[in-house]
């Protein structure tokens, strides 16, 4: 028996979106990713400085690490309350859009700020200037990203359409990534960081400026709903469906994030290459994930969101132990070769699971609303970043656990071959875990 849908009730759903509109909607998704890759990829590096070139630690390690966490609290404490307030809010610009536009200037100036220091060497006025910094950065990025991706169930309403919305977003996310990793290693390497901070802040500044200028919600003047921050959470939580949904995404990005962090690790130790070409194998993955977009499209059309991403989480657990055996294969392939076999083979399921994610919330928004009675996109999406930033946290704490434990009871190279069994554990717990969700079992047909 299929479950009802909740976009039947609705007495207006958005007019189609043309090619202009969705383009502008999705080349925001560049910016978020731009900007969030080249933080985690170089912002250490700037602060631990480089003692072969002279140049001292601008914050000691420890302290670093400090300002990094608070601000990674704070961005994970904001994202719920956040979505919680521009659910809630009502102006006469919509829900969302106000937000985006007091959090784009934040987000842009930050991240410049970030790649300077009052001092040339580590003291406390560093590490009080980092704090604040990072603290104001993770606020406008909340405040840009959040309500930016709660536009996405109310501006397009079909399976068909969200999907397609979303393949376009996971076409920017991948740009997003290559302009944080491969441009802005070139750009600091030419310009320094300033000059690298300066470009990409534009760049993604202008990509959150287009965002804003496309579709605007529907029905923004309607009353905001009764639901107090307390009641909300509750019933987010209380979502059976999300809870199946969030637990196989927090699952599969704990898995994917230590499996990433181990790359360069894997490349330099198992294959004795250099850092440039790990870069290169996720490089393989991206594109290839890029290259399926359209066939996800088509499967989803076919079997569902459900059955889509149940089969992705399936092929991803099942793929990613091969990655600890690269440079073993009894054939005449180089290790690098095989590597790029295994990272190629996992781009269709990373396509999955970078598009069905939005698409499946929105489908629990619409579902919640016929329980509530309010529309919380904003407090679910925020949710969903919260898991997201929590299994990025959590993948990296596994790795480093794993590189501590395999130099104790075993040779670095072992440890680093269970990596993938590892990963493909953890997705495999999340195929099992989004097995419970239940909407829309037959939207595809």
Known sequence: MSSPDPRQNHAADPPPLGLG??????????GISALAFS???YLGHFYKGDLERGLPPRVEPALF???????RLLDAVTDPLVG????????????????????IPLTVLSFIALWWTPDAASTMLNFAYVLTVLSIFFLGFTLVSCPYLALLPEIVRSDRDRVGLASLQAVFNVLGNIAGAVVGGALMAKYGAMGMGIVLAG????????GL??????????????LRLSQSLRATFGNRDFLHYGGGFLLFWIGLAGLLANVPVIVSTLLGRTEAEAGALTGVALICSVLCLPLVGIASAR??????FLAALAWFALLVPAVGTVGTWPVGLSGLVQGIIVFALAGPPISALFVMPYALVA????????????????????????LQKAGLGLGGAWAALLWSVSAQIATEADGLRVSGLIAGAFALGGFFAFRGYRLGEVDGQ
């Not at 509109?21 to 560049?30: E, G, K, P, T």
């Not at 200028?213 to 009764?226: F, Q, R």
């Not at 079997?303 to 889509?308: D, T």
């Open 203 to 210: 760049a993604s500044g202008l990509t959150f400026v287009l």
């Open 21 to 30: 509109a969705r383009l502008l909607y999705a080349s925001a998704h560049f």
């Open 84 to 103: 919680h307030w521009s659910d809630t809010i009502r102006t006469r610009w919509g829900r969302r859009k106000p937000f985006m536009a007091v959090g």
């Open 39 to 41: 933080v985690i990829e």
């Open 65 to 71: 690490a400090v300002a990094l966490l608070a601000g």
């Open 303 to 308: 079997w569902g969101k459900r059955k889509v």
């Open 363 to 386: 489908e629990v928004v619409d579902a919640d609303e016929e329980l509530t009675g309010a529309r919380r996109e904003a407090m679910y999406f925020g949710v969903n970043g919260f």
């Open 213 to 226: 200028m496309g579709p605007h919600e529907l029905h923004p003047e309607k009353a905001a709903p009764s």
